[in-house]
Antibody
Framework: EVQLVESGGGLVQPGGSLRLSCAAS????????MSWVRQAPGKGLEWVAN????????YYVDSVKGRFTISRDNAKNSLYLQMNSLRAEDTAVFYC????????WGQGTLVTVSS | QSVLTQPPSASGTPGQRVTISCSGS????????VNWYQQLPGTAPKLLIY???QGPSGVPDRFSGSKSGTSASLAISGLQSEDEADYYC???????????FGGGTKLTVL
């Protein structure tokens, strides 16, 4: 059974940083393009970033370019999202998603940016 | 504003067939396949349809998908109360090099 488990969310002040992690099991991460998708409270799904299978190509939605960095460690079957200079509008549930567009989803981790 | 366009709401009575549309462009739906997701309140999205019309194992065959040109549709037949949820379409976009989503459709079972 495929499992994607996110961690690292929490409450952070504006301008702060967080690093999200996603651990995969029952799933060979290296075979898939991976994405982070977020959902602000009461809003729809928004693609944030994706990374190709070997990590050679990374793409971001305009609103996070220069602030967020997606990375992966295929040996550890893990995906990451480093988030810097966080803003109130980044408050959302962040989902780790396998395949592009996603076929597999984690349960999500809540990021709250507030003073 | 989402890149893919969905109606914000849809409704039907138990047993009815409902259809949800998803409109895109030549850089996304026009050249790439479409996935559909169901999201129940407080839960993660669940894959309903992939590659336009393929159903993952475990998804009832009441759910079906189709694509024509730059638009796609999700059909739900034999509507049930547990189908009340938000539904999203998604596709890869070659211009953005990213995934684009529809804004979501809230389905109400009357």
């Amino acid at each position: 059974e495929v499992q994607l488990v996110e961690s690292g969310g929490g409450l952070v002040q504006p301008g702060g940083s967080l690093r999200l992690s996603c651990a995969a099991s029952g799933f060979t991460l290296s075979s898939y393009c991976m994405s982070w998708v977020r959902q602000a409270p009461g809003k729809g799904l928004e693609w944030v970033a994706n990374i190709k299978q070997d990590g050679s190509e990374k793409y971001y939605v305009d609103s996070v370019k220069g602030r967020f960095t997606i990375s992966r460690d295929n040996a550890k079957n893990s995906l990451y999202l480093q988030m810097n200079s966080l803003r109130a509008e980044d408050t959302a549930v962040f989902y780790c998603a396998g395949s592009c567009p996603p076929r597999y989803w984690g349960q999500g981790t809540l990021v709250t940016v507030s003073s | 504003q989402s890149v893919l366009t969905q109606p914000p709401s849809a409704s039907g009575t138990p047993g009815q067939r409902v259809t949800i549309s998803c409109s895109g462009s030549s850089s996304n739906i026009g050249i790439n396949s479409v996935n559909w997701y169901q999201q129940l309140p407080g839960t993660a999205p669940k894959l309903l349809i992939y590659s336009n019309n393929q159903g993952p194992s475990g998804v009832p065959d009441r759910f079906s998908g189709s694509k024509s040109g730059t638009s796609a549709s999700l059909a739900i037949s034999g509507l049930q109360s547990e189908d009340e949820a938000d539904y999203y379409c998604a596709a890869w976009d070659d211009s953005l090099d990213g995934v684009v989503f529809g804004g979501g459709t809230k389905l109400t079972v009357l």
